[in-house]
Every structure is written in C-alpha cells, then in structure tokens.
C-alpha cells in the first residue's frame, strides 16, 4: 500500500495568515500516460463528514475559495490556505488514489493562534 | 443535488453482525461507483471498500477482506455494507461515498454522506 504522510500534525495560525501543509507518498502518485498526480485534499470540519476540496493535486472543486490552493508533482505536495478565515478551521487529509487501496494521510488540525 | 444517508449503525457484541446502508439521490446511481470509508473516534480517515456501478467488481482493504461485504441495489438507488465477525477495531464511524466520475472508478471522492456509527463492544 502507499503510505501517506503529513505534516505537521497541527499546526496554528493567526487569521489572515498563511497555513501550509505537507504531503509525501511513498511512491510516485504522477501517471505518466495523462501526466496527472492523482492526489486529493479534503477538510473535515468538526462533527461533519469529509469534503473534497481539491484534486489532482492542484484542481480546486467547485465553490472552494481561491485561497486554498494544491501544489506538487511526484511524491511531495503541499496544500496552502492564504488569509486563514475563522470558517477554516479543520483537520485536512491528503489522499492518493493511483493505487488500490487509497490511502490517506494522517491528517493535520488547523486551528486559530 | 447530490444526498447520501447512512443507517444501521449500532452497539453490537464482538463477532456479531451488522448490516449499514446508503440511499442515495439527487444523481443517476447506476451510473456511478461507490465506497465505504470508515473513521475511528477521534482518528483519521481508513477507506474500507468500493463496488463498480454495475457491481461486479468488488474491492476490499485487507482488515476486512472475508468479513465485510459491500453490495448494492440499483433499483433502489442504495449501496449496502454487511459488516461480519465483528471486531472492537471495527468501531468507527463508517461513511458512505460517490466516486468522481461515471465509468471506472477512480477512488476520488466526490460526495460524502454524513456517517452512521458502529461500536463494538461487550
């Protein structure tokens, strides 16, 4: 199975900051026939189930802000929130989905400094 | 608008059984595969399982591979997971959810259900 990393485990931030979170697999998730990473970042907010909130590795879904964005190739990525917003407060995983079973991280809680 | 609700979670004896379903609406169900993800209290995200739309093929992780049976009835637009020889490290929170796209699933997951509790207890 690939092996998911994250860090940190939390980390936090004052409002209007920057949060960054690392990612690392412990195999290549770039296919190299479509040149996709196939790597997704979700948030789960307390009480509430997971939301997808970008995939191959840099492909926001529709409706996330702008101010979070995926970058990465291979077997690093980062998931970056610009100008923390109360509203994001929440633990985010990472996932790969280039192998059966997909995997996730351990998950990083972001909370308000 | 995509609605996936899960029921059939319970407090069950280690080695019982158990039954979870997620009915889905607001999308073509058929069209779509399905997965079960499981989250243990206060940890993170496991993925249990997937079936392909047509349900023909199944996928299991290994923790649960002859104990848990994913199913699913198109005509009722509800995925199913049977739940057997129940362990204490099977309690979680166990979630229902639609893959990404139509066709070969690609294990992104798209819609999330909100979740339905199993603890196994004595």
């Known amino acids: 199975d690939i092996v998911m990393t994250q860090s940190p485990d939390s980390l936090a931030v004052s409002l209007g900051e920057r949060a960054t979170i690392s990612c690392k697999s412990s195999?290549?998730?770039?296919?190299?026939?479509?040149?996709?990473?196939?790597l997704a970042w979700y948030q789960q907010k307390p009480g509430q189930p997971p939301k997808l909130l970008i995939y191959?590795?840099?492909i926001r879904e529709s409706g996330v802000p702008d101010r979070f964005s995926g970058s990465g190739s291979g077997t690093d990525f980062i998931l970056t929130i610009n100008s923390l917003q109360a509203e994001d407060v929440a633990v985010y995983y990472c996932?790969?989905?280039?192998?059966?079973?997909?995997?996730f991280g351990g998950g990083t809680k972001v909370e308000i400094k | 608008q995509v609605h996936l609700v899960e029921s059939g979670g319970d407090v069950v004896q280690p080695g019982k059984s158990l039954r979870l379903s997620c009915v889905a609406s607001?999308?073509?169900?058929?069209?779509?595969?399905m997965h079960w993800v499981r989250q243990a209290p206060g940890k993170g995200l496991e993925w249990v399982a997937v079936?392909?739309?047509?349900?023909?093929?199944?996928f299991y992780t290994d923790s649960v591979k002859g104990r848990f049976t994913i199913s699913r009835d198109n005509s009722l637009n509800t995925l199913y997971l049977q739940l057997d020889s129940l362990r204490a490290e099977d309690t979680a929170a166990y979630y229902c959810?639609?893959?990404?796209?139509?066709?070969?699933?690609?294990?992104?997951?798209?819609?999330w259900g909100q979740g339905t509790l199993v603890t196994v207890s004595s």
């Open positions: 959810a639609r893959d990404y796209s139509t066709g070969p699933f690609t294990q992104l997951l798209h819609h």
């Open positions: 607001g999308f073509s169900f058929s069209y779509y595969a």
């Open positions: 079936i392909t739309n047509d349900g023909n093929k199944k």
């Open positions: 195999q290549s998730l770039l296919y190299s026939s479509n040149n996709k990473n196939y």
């Open positions: 191959w590795a840099s």
């Open positions: 996932q790969q989905y280039y192998g059966t079973p997909p995997t």
